[in-house]
């Protein structure tokens, strides 16, 4: 078994010695979040437009989003122990490059196929550098409750994204075609890489050790099958040749990663030192299932949105703004509370008004009127940013302060993780927006077998998350 981070031999912790103030280093590591997120909710206002421009059905969809969210996942751990090793600054700046070339590649595709490999560029990009804006935070806020706050703002600036997203998205689509979405990015990467490059001074944690390639490939395996089984397993059925077969992989790359995991000892990915606290193991079971919810909704929402309410993309971004809009600005809010009262009322609570948000969308039909979704999303919205913050709060106040990246790896990872699972969920319930009658029927269930997964998540919350933030044990 891997030991506890204390036992890695290590030299003495670099600094993280910035050109800039801690203030600007945040606002540049939002940024840099800014720009994942915004990824996601533009994509998911064009699927409609790219699905009739490529020739797809409803399963390259779910491969045009998961290519990215099963490379971040994927690559997630090892990042951010590649921050801790080797610096988080030069992780972050490689995040940037890689983000941007897939950013372009996606683009310019000529096809599903080629789409879906240039979004897996962009996951890796996005991977490389998420882990790393978070780290760099933590370390220039080192005390308990400033690092709350900033962990807040950090949500809250990164939470823009989310209503820009599909207003972005929809007047892109609109104006230009689905591909000016991933054009955009290019821009953005080349502001991002010039205020990192002139304003941050290089960190990491002076540890020796390994990155976990057994590891990498192994989890990344078993990934790529258990969410192939889900997509396919809504295509053809559960039963058939190719969806049998992806369970038998998965459950063997499981078992060969525990091996392998245990083997390794303190270079494991995921040392199991750190899963024996219980306020990290349920700070992570909490963010995957707040992520596995909402982006399993959000992808049949848009679908719901543009194929059976029959709106424009840039008007079905417009209608989700509500929901994105109190994410963004409950987001600081909830990292001000946080730091104050600790992780565990604001997440329960943000979990139970995102249930009640999520249950009252079983009231939605093909021809309801907008009043009807409304306070539906708003609800969803507030309850996510009050959420947010609480928990990666909580994963990042459980462990060390030398184990920062990692932390924050994990707690993305299981984001990430569960998000991509809950696409692959949801469109396999659903089943194509063509039928109707069948797609209203998965969209209800979903909405419910959500909603009930946030309010057992809110019990785990209470049980479990710290009722204030201690200082860590660095």
């Known amino acids: 078994m891997a030991g506890t981070s204390e036992a890695v ?3 003495a912790v670099h600094s993280t010695g910035q050109r800039g103030s801690p203030r600007a280093v945040l606002v540049v590591m939002c940024a840099g979040y800014f720009l994942v997120l915004l990824d996601v909710t533009i994509v998911n206002v064009a699927l409609p437009q790219i699905g009739s421009g490529l020739g797809t059905d409803v399963g390259g969809l779910q491969w045009v989003v998961d290519g990215y969210a099963l490379a971040l996942a994927a690559l997630m751990l090892t990042s951010g122990t590649a921050g801790d090793l080797y610096g988080h600054k030069r992780v972050v700046l490689s995040g940037l490059v890689v983000f941007g070339a897939g950013s372009l590649a996606c683009g310019l595709a000529p096809g599903v196929g080629a789409l879906v490999a240039a979004r897996v560029v962009q996951g890796i990009g996005a991977a490389l550098l998420l882990p790393g804006t978070l780290a760099l935070i933590g370390r220039a806020f080192p005390d308990g409750a400033g690092q709350a706050r900033a962990i807040g703002i950090w949500a809250g600036i990164g939470s823009l994204a989310l209503p820009a997203g599909p ?10 075609g689905w591909r000016a979405i991933f054009l955009l990015n290019v821009p953005i990467v080349c502001a991002a890489l010039v205020c990192t490059a002139g304003l941050v001074r290089e960190s990491r944690e002076a540890r020796t050790g390994r990155l976990d390639l057994p590891g990498l490939l192994l989890g990344s395996l078993l990934l790529l099958t258990t969410t192939y089984a889900f997509i396919e397993g809504g295509r053809t059925g559960p039963g058939s040749p190719a969806v049998l077969t992806a369970v038998v992989l998965a459950v063997l790359a499981l078992s060969a990663l525990v091996v392998a995991e245990l083997r390794r000892g303190d270079d494991a990915m995921l040392p199991p ?10 700070a992570n079971v909490v963010a995957g299932i707040m992520n596995l919810g909402t982006l399993g909704m959000l992808f049949v929402l848009m679908l719901f949105l543009q194929s059976v309410q029959h709106r424009s993309s840039l008007l079905a971004g417009l209608a989700v703004v509500p929901l994105f809009a109190p994410l963004a600005v409950m987001a600081p809010f909830g990292g001000r509370i946080t730091s104050r009262v600790g992780s565990r009322l604001p997440a329960a609570a943000g979990l139970v008004l995102a249930a009640i948000g999520l249950a009252l969308l079983l009231r939605a039909a093909p021809h309801c009127g907008y009043p009807v979704l409304l306070p539906a999303f708003l609800l969803w919205g507030i309850g996510l940013g009050l959420l947010t913050p609480a928990v990666v709060a ?8 030398e184990r920062s990246g990692l932390a924050s790896a994990v707690n993305n990872t299981a984001r990430q993780t569960s998000g991509a699972i809950g696409i692959a969920v949801a469109g396999a319930v659903t089943g194509p927006p063509g039928d109707t009658a069948r797609f209203v029927r998965g969209f209800h269930t979903v909405a419910l077998g959500s909603a009930c997964l946030y309010l057992a998540a809110a019990a785990l919350a209470l049980t479990l998350l710290p009722g204030a933030l201690l200082p860590r044990d660095d």
Not at 167 to 176: P, Q
Not at 394 to 401: D, L, M, Q, T, Y
Request: charged share 15%; no cysteine; aromatic share 6%.
């Open 167 to 176: 207003l972005l998205g929809g007047a892109l689509t609109e104006a230009f």
């Open 9 to 11: 031999p290590r030299r």
């Open 273 to 282: 030192a750190l899963l024996r606290r219980p306020a990290f193991g349920a």
């Open 394 to 401: 909580a994963a990042i106040a459980a462990v060390p302060g």
